[in-house]
């Protein structure tokens, strides 16, 4: 939005003045503001482990899985179980312990699956039964690392990543929540480092990087109809954030060829078109939750050159900063995370939305011409409740 400023001359009569500067407020009011009315930070809680890999939602539950052990330095098959009703925690166990996984729900089926452990990437899919609190297990078509997932209707995809020997992959694994079956499709083109978001019977998939760097290429999976179509973000990145709710898909933020990006593209289920909008701030490593009719993109970072111009990048700023956007009124509003973190994970169910997870940068350090910077990572859950 262009902002008009408004010069008052000194000769105008006081109404008037007061006037000519509400009209000024009311043009700086349209851009986005901070303290959603609608969202209360609801405080923090802290998980059983830090390294959180994967966050997921069903049947009022959400859950936090995998990840890294840094107390045990090991792998981490321990599961965290959030009940959005009654605000009370559990924790239960993967199969498998890994790091990298991917994770989604519809109906009362919670999946997490591929991921790494010990340099050995898995195919390994966990299911959790909200209803009955029990876990199976399934098998992925092909075993992957850095996969994403996105759940509409009855179904979870789980679409991308790497292979062994770091193999770009495209194969789409389609998991049917009441049939309890799988079956299988391709991306137009392999890559990784990927986003995914869903909202009416739409599931897309969206940017990544493949074979030639960074993509515009969106893959649009149809529940209903069980086809697929391709489309275009408006630039292309990788390692951007995707969330839907109501009628619309958000894909934000990104690392684009050049620089991070603050775009926001934009897609109506319904119509089937694309608008763009900007994050507060340009980021790439945000993470995105939905709940009720918002969708939250936190956290996330920039790189740039450390000192000395050695050619090596570093994270040199690491955001707490949420964007919020509600589908209802195309508005955007900001809040903050408790900390600064980068590649955190978050899910909502109910009226919560839920952050977890991440690194957050701790101290740095140069010499020898070599920028170095150390991170911590903590276990602290932001707790977010939308009224």
């Known amino acids: 939005m262009k902002l008009h400023f408004f010069f008052i001359r000194l000769s105008l009569k006081p109404?008037?003045?007061?006037?000519?500067?509400?009209?000024?407020?009311?043009?700086?009011?349209?851009?986005?503001?901070?303290?959603?009315?609608?969202?209360?930070?609801?405080?923090?809680?802290?998980?059983?482990?830090?390294?959180?890999?994967a966050a997921a939602a069903a049947g009022g539950k959400i859950l936090f899985a995998g990840g890294y052990d840094f107390n045990a330095d090991t792998f981490s098959r321990t599961v965290d179980i959030y009940d959005v009703s009654s605000g009370m925690w559990s924790t239960t166990q993967l199969s498998q312990a890994r790091g990298g996984i991917a994770g989604a729900g519809a109906g009362n089926k919670i999946l997490f699956a591929?991921?790494?452990?010990?340099?050995?990437?898995?195919?390994?899919?966990?299911?959790?039964?909200?209803?009955?609190?029990?876990?199976?297990?399934?098998?992925?078509?092909?075993?992957?690392?850095?996969i994403v997932a996105a759940a509409a209707g009855n179904k979870i995809l789980f679409a991308g990543g790497l292979g062994s020997a770091y193999a770009l992959s495209k194969t789409v694994d389609i998991y049917d929540v009441v049939t309890n079956t799988w079956t299988t499709a391709q991306l137009s083109e392999e890559r990784y480092l990927l986003a995914a978001g869903a909202a009416g019977n739409?599931?897309?998939?969206?940017?990544?990087?493949?074979a030639n760097n960074a993509t515009k290429t969106v893959d649009i999976y149809d529940v209903a109809s069980n086809t697929w179509t391709t489309t275009q973000l408006s630039e292309a990145r990788f390692s951007l954030a995707g969330g839907?709710?109501?009628?619309?898909?958000?894909?934000?933020?990104?690392?684009?060829?050049?620089?991070?990006?603050?775009?926001?593209?934009?897609?109506?289920?319904?119509?089937?078109?694309?608008?763009?909008?900007?994050?507060?701030?340009?980021?790439?490593?945000?993470?995105a939750a939905s709940a009720g009719d918002k969708i939250f993109f936190g956290g996330g970072?920039?790189?740039?050159?450390?000192?000395?111009?050695?050619?090596?990048?570093?994270?040199?700023?690491?955001?707490?900063?949420?964007d919020i956007y509600t589908a209802s009124s195309n508005t955007w509003y900001t809040d903050q995370l408790s900390q600064p973190k980068?590649?955190?994970?978050a899910a909502g169910s109910g009226n919560k939305i839920l952050f977890a997870g991440g690194a957050t940068p701790?101290?740095?350090?140069?010499?020898?011409?070599?920028?170095?910077?150390?991170?911590?990572?903590?276990?602290?859950?932001?707790?977010?409740?939308?009224?």
């Not at 340099?119 to 199976?136: E, L, R």
């Not at 970072?301 to 949420?322: A, C, E, H, Q, R």
């Open 15 to 53: 109404i008037l003045l007061l006037v000519a500067i509400v009209l000024l407020l009311q043009v700086f009011s349209c851009t986005k503001s901070t303290t959603h009315p609608g969202v209360n930070n609801t405080g923090t809680a802290l998980l059983s482990e830090a390294g959180v890999a």
């Open 114 to 146: 591929g991921g790494l452990v010990d340099n050995v990437v898995s195919k390994i899919v966990d299911i959790y039964d909200v209803s009955s609190t029990s876990w199976t297990t399934a098998l992925l078509s092909e075993a992957r690392n850095f």
């Open 202 to 210: 739409k599931i897309l998939f969206a940017g990544g990087t493949g």
């Open 244 to 287: 839907g709710t109501g009628d619309k898909v958000l894909f934000a933020g990104g690392l684009a060829n050049p620089g991070i990006s603050d775009v926001v593209d934009i897609y109506t289920v319904s119509t089937n078109t694309w608008t763009t909008d900007r994050l507060s701030e340009p980021r790439e490593d945000i993470v």
């Open 301 to 322: 970072n920039i790189v740039s050159m450390p000192p000395g111009g050695n050619g090596n990048l570093y994270d040199s700023t690491v955001y707490k900063t949420i």
């Open 342 to 345: 980068k590649n955190a994970v």
């Open 362 to 387: 701790d101290s740095a350090t140069y010499a020898y011409g070599i920028f170095t910077q150390y991170y911590s990572f903590p276990k602290t859950v932001d707790i977010f409740t939308l009224h």
